[in-house]
């Protein structure tokens, strides 16, 4: 008698489905490589303006023994000032001249800092043993980047075991996105999620930061589930209550920002973006240091 063991060995029907799927977002790299110069308090203290410390600076470094022949001077949504240089190396030519930024400007007045397009992924299906630290550490071993460029958010356990999500540079995600991810036993599941709309901290309106609120109402530290001060979303005990909706009359039994939110666009306080309409696939360049902290699209949903 043959006993036909091993028969149902597990077929390979479930390893193999990579999300190529249409609805994944597309992942640009980014145009242009920034770097971000922020004012520090001490600079107020001592009557240091950027506009003499980048005099300053610019006699003391050569842009064209950097490779660099020209750069686009812009202010940054979240305040600050953005260098950005285009071209094929403008990376390597970025790095270069934040270092030679860093020397020239003291580091108590200004920040020189390299803000890097991110992306959310969403890793599913880890064991419970899994910890956010070895999450990013999976991920930096595929992808070769830094742990410290890597920001994953809770573990919270949903049907398929535990689940979070996590904010990598653009390049990272596009990396990941080619399949499962190894954390310590199991083979995770990757999807990235579509870009969300930065919003304000302070209003919870979309299209300006909060540096550039002008709105009266100040919701920072209402919970972004319920919208009552005193507590956080993840302890939130609350029915959810969206004040966006809400003032358009519509239905707002729902947490800011969720899939069924819509409020009307409102016209944003801040600056008004010049004939910037693609709002899905803006892509500002946002420092997870800088920026992200403040904004309502840090919290997952
Ligand atoms: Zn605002
Ligand atoms: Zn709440
Ligand atoms: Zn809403």
């Keep these: 008698m043959v006993v036909r063991r091993g028969q149902k060995k597990s077929g390979p029907q479930e390893s193999r489905k990579l999300a ?14 920034a770097i971000l110069l922020t004012l520090q308090p001490a600079a107020a203290d001592q009557g240091a303006n950027l506009k003499d410390l980048m005099k300053e600076a610019k006699a003391k470094i050569n842009i064209e023994s950097l490779g660099i022949s020209g750069m686009v ?7 600050g000032k953005l260098l950005e240089i285009s071209g094929a190396e403008k990376d390597a030519q970025a790095d270069a001249l934040a270092a030679k930024l860093r020397e020239a400007m003291p580091a108590e007045l200004v920040k020189v800092s390299r803000p890097v397009k991110m992306a959310d992924v969403r ?3 880890l064991d419970d ?17 830094s742990t410290e460029s890597i920001k994953v958010g809770e ?9 979070t999500v996590v904010r990598v540079p653009v390049p ?31 209003c919870w309106e979309t299209g300006h930061t909060g540096a550039q609120c002008t709105a009266e109402v100040d919701r920072s530290n209402h919970c972004y589930r319920c919208n009552k001060p005193g507590h956080k979303s993840r302890d939130c005990k609350e029915a959810p209550n969206c004040p966006l909706c809400a ?19 409102s016209k944003s306080k801040g600056k008004a ?4 309409s693609s709002a899905r696939t803006r892509a500002t360049p946002t420092s997870p240091n800088t920026q992200g902290p403040m904004e309502v699209s840090q919290i997952p949903d």
């Design 20 to 33: 190529k799927s249409s609805d994944a977002p597309k992942l640009r790299p980014p145009r242009s490589a």
């Design 123 to 125: 890793i599913s299906g």
């Design 273 to 276: 973006g010049k004939g910037r």
């Design 155 to 163: 573990i919270r356990e949903v049907f398929s075991g535990g689940a």
């Design 73 to 79: 001077f812009k202010p940054a949504r979240t305040g």
């Design 172 to 202: 990272v995600a596009k990396t990941l996105s080619q399949g499962r991810l190894l954390v310590g036993w199991v083979s995770a599941k990757v999807k990235v999620l579509p870009p969300k709309e930065m919003r304000c901290f302070r």
């Design 247 to 265: 003032a358009a009359k519509k239905p707002a039994d729902h947490k800011v920002g969720s899939r069924v939110c819509s409020p009307p666009k």
């Design 129 to 145: 043993s899994v910890s956010p630290e070895e999450v990013a550490a999976a991920i930096a071993k595929v992808s070769g980047c």
